[in-house]
């Protein structure tokens, strides 16, 4: 069965501080990747998504990046934190051509 | 484009009546529907999809959803609340490549006793 993984759980963070975030997946090849974003008491906000390997497109301009250097592996970074950085963010995997998104456990993200 | 609608952030029931969580989407073309739940300091799990024949679609914890084209609606519902459906509820369109999803803000059930 297919598992995602995001590390860490719980991250605080001073404001001008590097910011990396990981999320892997097991148990399947050639997944579409996500990252969201969700702010307290708002929605979920798509930052990047990746169809395959060093392919990514980010969806809003803003403080953060996203790099894929492995099928399975997806990665969240910030040179620089900002306050309104902080949120709650999730990794999810899609099979390709189907719409069903699975979600990791999130990371709680504070920048102080 | 498109967008999702929920109506109501919050939504309160009593232990045993009945769930209605509302969703209305706007798509171009012929949508996938998503409804997911989250609990607190957890990701989002899947409850029900649709994607094309039967319109009305049954999930998970007893959930189901029925599509209505008609009125561009994919409402939620469950004949019993249970106090462990207490949760935030997300409902979702794709209809793009890379299945994307376009998410709405959520609706926050509250159930009492």
């Known amino acids: 069965s297919q598992t995602i993984h995001q590390w860490p759980a719980t991250l605080v963070q001073p404001v001008g501080s590097p910011l990396s975030l990981e999320c892997t997946v097991e148990?399947?090849?050639?997944?579409?990747l996500y990252w969201y974003r969700q702010a307290a008491g708002r929605g979920l906000q798509l930052l990047f998504y990746?169809?395959?390997?060093?392919?990514i497109s980010s969806e809003v301009p803003q403080n953060l990046s996203a790099s894929r250097p492995q099928d399975r592996q997806f990665i969240l970074s910030s040179k620089k934190l900002l306050l309104s950085d902080s949120g709650f963010y999730l990794c999810?995997?899609?099979?390709?051509?189907?719409?069903?998104?699975?979600f990791g456990p999130g990371t709680r993200l504070l920048v102080l | 484009a498109q967008s999702v609608t929920q109506l109501g952030s919050h939504v309160s029931v009593s232990e045993g009546a009945l769930v209605l969580l509302r969703c209305n989407y706007s798509?171009?073309?012929?949508?996938?529907l998503f409804w997911y739940v989250q609990y607190p300091n957890q990701g989002l799990q899947l409850l029900l999809k649709?994607?094309?024949?039967?319109?009305l679609v049954k999930g998970i914890n007893g959930f189901e959803a029925e599509f209505k084209k008609s009125e561009t609606s994919f409402h939620l519902t469950k004949p019993s609340a249970h106090m462990s459906d207490a949760a935030e509820y997300f409902c979702?369109?794709?209809?793009?490549?890379?299945?994307?999803?376009?998410f709405g803000t959520g609706t926050r059930l509250q159930v009492t006793l």
């Open positions: 990746s169809v395959g390997i060093g392919q």
């Open positions: 979702a369109v794709s209809t793009g490549t890379a299945s994307k999803l376009t």
């Open positions: 148990g399947t090849s050639n997944p579409n």
């Open positions: 649709y994607t094309t024949g039967a319109t």
């Open positions: 999810a995997w899609s099979v390709r051509s189907f719409g069903d998104q699975y």
């Open positions: 798509s171009s073309v012929p949508p996938y």
